[in-house]
């Protein structure tokens, strides 16, 4: 990786839950961690390992205890309440349950983070709703209620509103594992697509390993609130400390094999 | 029987309007002001990451406290307080008073309890997108509770339907009045059987339009 500017810096970050007997659990323990632009970074773990936490740190849905966050150049936990608003339209994030409005149809969700910063006129947000959904593959479902929607088409949907504003960041939550396995592919490649489309830079917590090993550049895994190690998928020369990183090196290396076996150059999309 | 109709029918289709009248402005009552309570409360309820979370615990307190009093012993408690506001104590207008004082915390609660039922991870989204608590309200909130919510004003108005009729025995007037002065005091049973048929009519049909409103509304 050459020496770029991260789009993302995580600095000695601490987050700490009250449990409610007492006590507290600490979910993610002074980590350190840089992205950089434009690759797709992948956080693995068991659940309750802090990845979860570790990726709403970014965006501050979870104010850390300590540490700095930093998005863009922006260092939002020393930002106030309005300029955190204003920094969010640049992060995007999409959710394992999605998170759409129930009650509006498809181009009201996607409306919806350009509607809350009233940043455009109506032709011009029409236009953005449109771009965004045939980005997603969603043309002609404009007016449809997402109760009428697979899981895959609302994952679609909550890409395409993540998108709206023009993200520099799209974090991800567990996109797929509400998804069947084909769904999970062909939301998987709307992501990879995006990233080498628009550049947006993108961060996915999962526990499919098989499908962050075909996505993801780099990757952490999170054990106990810290980062157990972190490494490039594509690096072999240093074998890895933990099982979780030597599985999605072998899901990698697989995910690699079959691209050459198909005939595409590796990194290409797929169909 | 039809005869009977016929003698007290103007006095009934006063009773009618006034029985509207009281619903209406205690209706009204509650969907502008215990509406807001009703946000106010979930905003700053418990579990909930809100500023001035003792704002909710005294609005609480209030709540609970009036929606303690039987609705009885509510409207002569209020008599001094419907005179200054009604002019009077006795007739609809004045009935309306205690209705409302009534109805604002009963519908507080349930828009309370409609909101609970967003979920969490919907506001969250809306917070990670960067919305202000306000947009959060008015577009998140009220437009995914908005027919569970229309149910819930059905199940006020259905509750004060008969509220209304307990403001007669203090001279408040409408159809539970009526009931009470001709059929209970009178004996008179075929204008109680009437008043009472009225009655279910009303509360079939309250019923059978919220739940077609609250339907349409739910896109779920």
């Given amino acids: ?271 | 029987m039809l005869e009977k109709f016929l003698l007290v029918a103007p006095e009934l289709w006063r009773a009618f309007g006034e029985t509207l009248l009281m619903l209406g402005i205690g209706l009204s009552a509650a969907v502008l002001l215990g509406g807001p309570l009703g946000v106010i409360l979930f905003l700053n309820g418990s579990g909930e990451p809100g500023r001035g979370r003792s704002i909710g615990k005294v609005l609480g307190w209030l709540v609970n406290t009036v929606r303690s009093f039987p609705f009885i012993i509510l409207m002569v408690a209020l008599v001094p307080f419907t005179r200054i506001v009604a002019g009077t104590s006795i007739g609809p207008l004045a009935a309306s008073v205690p209705l409302s004082c009534a109805a604002i915390p009963y519908f507080a609660r349930l828009v309370e309890q409609q909101l609970h039922e967003v979920p969490r991870g919907v506001i969250e989204a809306a917070e990670a997108m960067g919305a202000t608590r306000l947009q959060i309200v008015t577009r998140v909130l009220l437009l995914e509770a908005r027919s569970g919510m229309v149910l819930a004003l059905t199940v006020l108005a259905i509750s004060f339907l008969s509220y209304s009729a307990v403001a007669g025995v203090v001279g408040g007037g409408g159809i539970g009045d009526l009931a009470i002065r001709y059929g209970y005091y009178r004996f008179e049973t075929d204008v109680m059987v009437i008043t009472v048929a009225i009655l279910i009519a009303m509360v079939q049909l309250i019923q059978f339009g919220g739940g077609r409103i609250a339907r349409r509304l739910d896109k779920r």
């Fill in chain 1, 1 to 271: 990786m050459t020496a770029s500017v991260p789009v993302i810096r995580v600095e000695r970050a601490s987050k700490a839950f009250p449990l409610p007997e007492g006590g507290r659990f600490d979910a993610v323990r002074e980590i350190s961690l840089d992205v950089l632009p434009g690759e797709i970074f992948g956080l693995v773990g068991r659940s309750g390992a802090g990845k979860s936490t570790l990726l709403r740190l970014m965006n501050l849905l979870e104010k850390p205890d300590s540490g700095s966050i930093t998005v863009a150049g922006q260092e939002l936990t020393a930002l106030g309440a309005r300029e955190l608003r204003e920094a969010r339209r640049r992060i995007g994030m999409i959710y394992q349950h999605f998170n759409l409005l129930a009650n509006a149809t498809v181009f009201e969700n996607v409306a919806f983070p350009l509607r809350i910063h009233g940043a455009m006129n109506a032709p011009r947000l029409k236009a953005r709703v449109a771009e965004c959904l045939e980005l997603v593959g969603l043309q002609g479902k404009a007016g449809s209620y997402p109760a009428r929607l697979s899981g895959g088409q609302k994952q679609r949907v909550a890409i395409a509103r993540a998108l709206a504003s023009y993200p520099t960041v799209l974090l991800c939550d567990e996109p797929t594992s509400a998804l069947d396995p084909d769904t999970t592919r062909s939301v998987l490649d709307t992501l990879r697509d995006i990233n080498a489309r628009l550049g947006v830079t993108i961060v996915i917590v999962s526990h499919e390993l098989q499908a962050l090993g075909s996505l993801c550049q780099r990757a952490a895994v999170v054990e106990d609130g810290r980062i157990a190690e972190l490494f490039d998928l594509r690096d072999h020369s240093v074998p890895r400390k933990t099982s979780l990183g030597r599985e999605l090196v072998y899901h990698a290396a697989e995910a690699h094999a079959a691209e050459v076996h198909a005939g595409r150059p590796p990194g290409e999309l797929h169909a």
